[in-house]
């Protein structure tokens, strides 16, 4: 952390804006939107140069970093004796709400600089980041500076990128055994999409009371062998709540799954007393002005945070480009560059490799069924 008030210069470099967009996801495309945030610095800041292919600017007192995206962050400074550490559980148009270590709440608008930075997205701070702001009295306060963000779950729409939640350490992928019945390939959906955000998944297939658990010994052990941690519990008897508590505590978990899989039941016996707090932050929200909120921070009372995002708990592919699909199923990527073709769909090729290793057992069969219908964007 930056202690003292020490300047900084950056030069940097960046392509001009408009160039043309290459695919979503590409790394390219990345520090492009980057650019075009760094584009709209203030007019305080000091341009040099701006000639028709590059534009050079310098920022005073901010460093640069290159965040887990291969992007760049912007870390402005900041006099540290005069400001504290927070986390975002929330943004309310304008503001947001700001948690310190000790639980204490800001509600926190952000420094005109920061926001300058942002153009792809609505609003510069996301839930889940982890600010530097300045108290200003009466529960007040001011964002000085972002964190670099790792685990980012954002989607894109019309090839703009929307961030929903920032700084997540798991996915929990919570299915039921029984009443619905499992899904099998529900879950290797949102498995795909904790791949694509690089956001460990922890699959737990709940009401495991109703049924016989040796039934799912195949099914786990497909996912065992895959690396995913797999957690076989029961929000009604209490099975297994024990051992997903302490994967839970002090991480910052997104809950999944379909409705009526028992994510309430599950969240309430981890913690007795999540249900109030949820239903102290909705009465919170319906009072404010702005009642959208996009994604929210629950706290647990044994430290850490569930985010609740009532359109990611049931989430569909966001953002897949089916040619990137099998690549982001762990089993099936190993086989991918062995097949004849380079742009092989693993459908109906001739020498496929992926289909080779369904052949012969190497891939599971219903894993590459769960492909197929990703692929063929059947529901
Ligand atoms: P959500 O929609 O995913 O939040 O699911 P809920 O928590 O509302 O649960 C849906 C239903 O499943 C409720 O009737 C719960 O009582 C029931 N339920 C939840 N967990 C279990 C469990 O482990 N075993 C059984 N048998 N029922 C459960
Ligand atoms: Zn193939």
């Known amino acids: 952390m930056a202690s003292k008030k020490q300047k900084h210069k950056i030069r940097t470099q960046f392509r001009k804006k408009h160039q043309g967009r290459s695919k979503t996801g590409d790394l390219t495309r990345e520090f492009q939107d980057q650019a075009d945030r760094l584009d709209k610095l203030a007019p305080t800041e000091r341009i040099s140069g701006k000639g028709e292919l590059t534009r050079k600017r310098t920022v005073i007192g901010a460093e640069l970093t290159e965040d887990q995206s291969g992007g760049f962050t912007v870390l402005l400074d900041y006099d540290s004796s005069l400001c504290r550490q927070g986390r975002v559980l929330r943004v309310h148009g304008l503001s ?9 709440i800001f509600r926190c608008a952000t420094r005109q600089l920061l926001k300058s930075l942002n153009t792809e997205q609505r609003h510069v701070v996301a839930a889940g980041d982890l600010v530097i702001f300045r108290p200003e009295g009466d529960g007040q306060g001011m964002i000085e500076r972002i964190e670099p963000r790792y685990g980012v779950l954002s989607r894109t729409s019309r090839g703009r990128q929307h961030v929903i939640v920032t700084n997540v350490d798991q996915l929990l992928i919570i299915a039921s055994a029984a009443e619905p019945v499992l899904k099998p390939n529900l879950i290797d959906r949102f498995l795909v999409t904790a791949e694509q955000s690089r956001i460990t998944p922890i699959i ?11 039934d799912l010994q195949p099914l786990v052990g497909v996912y065992g062998q895959m690396g995913y941690p797999v957690y076989l519990v029961s929000a009604a008897t209490g099975l297994g709540v024990e051992r997903l508590r302490r994967r839970i505590v002090g991480r910052q978990s997104v809950v999944s799954g379909q ?9 309430n016996a981890i913690d007795p007393d999540l249900k109030l707090r949820v239903q102290e932050v909705s009465r919170e929200n319906q009072k404010g002005k702005h009642t959208t909120t ?3 921070l629950i706290r647990l009372q044994s430290g850490g945070h569930i ?5 990611i708990r049931q989430f569909q592919l966001w953002d ?12 099936i990527r190993p086989y991918v560059n062995a097949c004849r073709y380079p742009d092989c769909t693993h459908i109906h090729e001739m020498d496929c490799a992926v289909k080779d290793a369904v052949a012969d057992g190497r891939v599971d069969a219903r894993r590459y069924e769960s492909y197929c219908q990703m692929f063929l964007g059947d529901d």
Do not use: F, H, Y
């Open 320 to 331: 897949i480009i089916p040619a990137e699909l099998a690549g982001l199923m762990r089993d």
């Open 96 to 104: 947001c709400v700001v948690e310190t270590e000790d639980g204490s």
């Open 307 to 311: 985010v609740d995002t009532p359109g």
């Open 294 to 296: 996009t994604a929210q």
């Open 259 to 267: 409705s009526g899989v028992g994510k309430t039941s599950l969240l």
């Open 204 to 214: 737990c297939i709940n009401k495991i009371d109703l049924i016989d658990p040796a």
